[in-house]
């Protein structure tokens, strides 16, 4: 996946597929309640690939188990409410000051 790509089944497959050949032994995931993480497909392959794979389901907006949404907080009430980028640029120029 490349950073103009939405995060999709397909991608969250791909990432679980390497995960073993990177990172032996037993790995534990944490998941949250995105629809992409619960669809049919990911259960399907989390079914039959699970071999040290140890999924855990996050509860629903958790910012103490979920540390990026921190970050999403801090943009939506404290950074974009002064700040409306007139172009995509101006977005990630913001995001890469921090």
Do not use: C
Request: aromatic share 12%; glycine share 4%; no cysteine.
């Amino acid at each position: 996946m490349t950073k103009n790509e939405s995060m999709n089944e397909d991608n969250i497959i791909a990432f679980l597929e390497q995960l073993p050949s990177e990172i032996p032994g037993f790995l534990y995931i944490f998941r949250d309640n995105i629809m992409i993480h619960r669809s049919r497909k990911v259960k399907k392959f989390l079914g039959i690939h699970n071999d040290g794979l140890i999924i855990r389901r996050i509860p629903a907006y958790s910012p103490e188990l979920n540390p990026d949404e921190f970050v999403w907080n801090m943009l939506k009430y404290q950074e974009l409410p002064i700040f409306v980028p007139t172009v995509q640029r101006n977005l990630k120029a913001l995001w890469w000051q921090r």
